[in-house]
């Protein structure tokens, strides 16, 4: 078996330039957050790999088994997660919140937001890669509306932080946040953008990603539209 790509020695040294000439406690706390961050990025990880098994054709009983878990285990754990758990919002820019505060106004007081609530939801930030995204497919606002059944949406301006853990999520919403996290580490990124949240929708293979397919946005074609967004605002930056 081939040599583990991050062996525990490299682990150590880099903890220890987190505080460099800090105790004990401070390297206490730096390899803390680098486990979280190891955490992440292992779910990030199997996660890539079951989505591509998913878009060749396997189902989940065979993903299960490939994970040495059940089929109902491995749904729970990528599609269906546990709904007691808040999802972390520490990490969404202020646009991403602001879609999810639009798509709270769909969803309507006390209703459950879905993920065509979502989907809808991203064209509310018009300045949004995800939008722009959309626009560079050839999809019409009013398209995506009449695919979703969801739209439009009256864009949530400086939507407060403190009310995305009182959102009332779908498990297929929740599952396409931790797609959207995934989505983001693969790019390398330390935050949750609206690209990302695009890109978890479409990961997910549910309803709104299938609505959005349609309508000749695939998980490929965004990743493409979406590293060219990027790399446009880069060069814009200079």
């Not at 000439?21 to 790999?49: R, Y």
């Not at 929740?174 to 693969?186: E, N, T």
Request: net charge neutral.
């Amino acid at each position: 078996m081939e040599q583990f790509p991050v062996p525990l020695d490299r682990l150590i040294a880099y903890v220890k330039t987190l505080h460099p000439g800090g105790g004990p406690l401070d390297n206490v706390s730096g390899a803390f957050a680098v486990s979280t961050q190891l955490d992440e990025q292992g779910d990030a990880l199997i996660g890539h790999f079951v989505d591509q098994a998913r878009k060749s054709g396997a189902s989940w009983s065979q993903i299960g088994g490939a994970m040495g878990v059940s089929k109902q285990a491995a749904q729970k754990r990528f599609v269906n997660p546990e709904p007691t758990v808040k999802p972390d919002f520490s990490r969404f820019t202020l646009r991403a919140r602001n879609v999810l505060g639009a798509a709270s106004q769909l969803a309507g007081p006390g209703g459950e937001i879905t993920a065509a609530h979502l989907a809808a939801a991203l064209l509310a930030e018009p300045r949004g890669v995800a939008a722009k995204v959309v626009a560079a497919a050839g999809i019409a606002p009013d398209q995506l509306y009449a695919a979703t059944g969801a739209g439009p949406a009256t864009p949530a301006a400086d939507f407060p932080a403190a009310q995305l853990l009182e959102l009332d999520l779908s498990p297929v919403s929740r599952a396409v946040l931790k797609a959207s996290l995934r989505a983001a580490l693969r790019l390398g990124h330390n935050y949750i953008g609206t690209e990302h949240m695009l890109l978890g929708l479409l990961y997910s293979g549910e309803g709104a990603a299938e609505a959005l397919g349609g309508l000749g946005l695939t998980a490929q074609r965004a990743e493409e539209l979406v590293a060219a967004e990027i790399a446009q605002v880069q060069a814009a930056r200079g």
